[in-house]
């Protein structure tokens, strides 16, 4: 018996070793039977690294877990409110309205609502795109009608020559014809060379140098002549006319004008500048009979036949809109802008304004009496003349009635006035024979329509 209760444990462990012994047995069996699949095979490995794993972050994990079946179970059995509804319908509106990638198909249901917006804007829209359309192409046709010069004298403008270049091609682009005409009216900076460089970048410029500075009436003389285009375009070189107001003066001459002189209403000089150009082109107003705010502006279109014309000398170039006008043209004004000088400084002086008043009295003398010198002379005359005789005659009155004429100096006043009528007439009287001795050559009158 004692034998038996000090060692209860040595026969159990006997059978237990026999039983694993036939569970082994039993594996084998089946192992030959039916193998392991991959899964039951990799099932030591996971419990190896299960076991490598703290049991402090296993409880988290179990949390954590918890937490979300919780949450997601509550989410399932609330329902969602009506502002919960209305957020996700807008989220989806938005999502549709985003732009879609670059790779990426639109669905169906978007297709079908771009198919419908087109074509409920074609309808709404199909007539004024129709309009544009022709408007557009109507507005090329016209512009490549006419081919268009630009001429532009210069003085010493090295600096702003190949901005004003660039603007002229951006401004003239849309017309298939066009030229640009430099005229360097005897530079002395190097303004020669920089108008090389553009002629052989670009084609369309053209330049022609003078030996010495013959003054902007000449330089604009000899760009008409060698103008080709069938409207002519005049600015200045120092930027400060704008080459974009370029389409507005040849929207005025296709209206049917002749002469289109712009209008610097907005001005960018000093007060030294402006308030004699006002005074000076009110006088010229007044006494020509041409109603313009800016009879001196740069920026002006006119048709080629009034370009070829035109005979410019002097300090003629501030009169043209006379001339013009006094050879039966239409002209007219339009508001350009104006901007203020960027490079450099005027190259006219106060002088101009001296010369600019005995050039309007040539104006006026050669456009109104160039063919009947007798008119404006004989006029002067008879008015002298009647002036002295009308004095003379109050003096005899006086002298009748015994008042003495020795100490009375108006008797030389009227005697002078008489004299000085009768030599005005008589140079009018020679003037107009001269005329009439010279009438065999041909005459050259402004011609607006011939029909042979």
């Known amino acids: 018996m004692l034998r038996e209760n000090s060692f209860p444990s040595e026969k159990p462990a006997a059978k237990q070793i026999v039983n694993d012994n036939s569970e082994s047995n039993l594996a084998s069996e089946e192992e030959r039977t039916n193998p392991l699949p991959l899964a039951q095979e990799e099932q030591p490995r996971e419990t190896e690294t299960k076991k490598e794993i703290p049991w402090e972050q296993r409880i988290q994990r179990r949390e954590q877990r918890n937490y979300e079946k919780t949450k997601s179970q509550q989410q399932e059995k609330r329902k969602p409110s009506m502002q919960e509804l209305e957020k996700e319908i807008q989220q989806r509106q938005e999502k ?19 198919r419908k917006d087109y074509r409920r ?113 005049t600015m200045d070189a120092d930027l400060q006319d704008e080459p974009s107001e370029i389409p507005k003066l040849i929207s005025k001459i296709k209206e049917g004008n002749d002469l289109v002189s712009g209008w610097k209403k907005k001005r960018y000089d000093p007060v030294s500048k402006t308030a004699p150009s006002k005074f000076f082109n009110f006088i010229t107003s007044l006494m020509s009979g041409v109603h313009l705010h800016d009879f001196n502006c740069g920026l002006k279109a006119y048709k080629s036949e009034v370009a070829k014309s035109l005979e410019i000398y002097g300090e003629l170039h501030r009169y043209i809109p006379v001339l013009a ?16 000088r960027k490079f450099g400084k005027s190259k006219f002086g106060a002088s101009r304004f001296w010369r600019g008043f005995f050039d309007l009295l040539t104006v006026l003398f050669t456009t109104k009496y160039f063919r009947r010198p007798l008119h404006f002379f004989g006029t002067m005359g008879a008015i002298s003349t009647t002036l002295g005789f009308i004095i003379n005659a109050k003096l005899t009155y006086d002298w009748f009635h015994n008042e003495p004429l020795s100490n009375r100096p108006l008797l030389f006043v009227g005697i002078l006035l008489m004299i000085v009528g009768v030599q005005l007439f008589s140079t009018g009287l020679i003037g107009d024979m001269i005329t009439k001795s010279h009438s065999s050559s041909p005459r050259e009158y402004a011609i607006r329509e011939k029909h042979l």
Do not use: C, M, W
């Open 325 to 340: 006008f006094r050879n039966g043209y239409k002209v007219t004004e339009e508001v350009v802008v104006h901007r203020p």
């Open 121 to 233: 804007d074609e309808r709404r829209n199909g007539k004024d795109f129709r309009e544009q359309r022709e408007r557009q192409q109507q507005e090329r046709q016209r512009n490549n009608e006419f081919s268009i010069s630009v001429v532009i004298p210069l003085f010493n403008e090295e600096e702003s020559l190949r901005e004003l270049s660039s603007k002229l091609k951006e401004t003239l682009s849309s017309f298939n014809r066009y030229e640009i005409i430099f005229i360097d009216d005897g530079s002395t900076d190097n303004s020669a060379n920089i108008l090389r460089q553009l002629r052989n970048q670009d084609h369309h410029i053209k330049y022609i140098r003078f030996r010495r500075n013959y003054g902007k009436s000449a330089a604009l003389s000899v760009g008409f002549e060698h103008a080709k285009g069938d409207i002519v375009i």
């Open 96 to 114: 549709r309205d985003e732009p879609r990638e670059r790779f990426q198909k639109p669905r169906r249901e978007d297709r079908r609502d771009e």
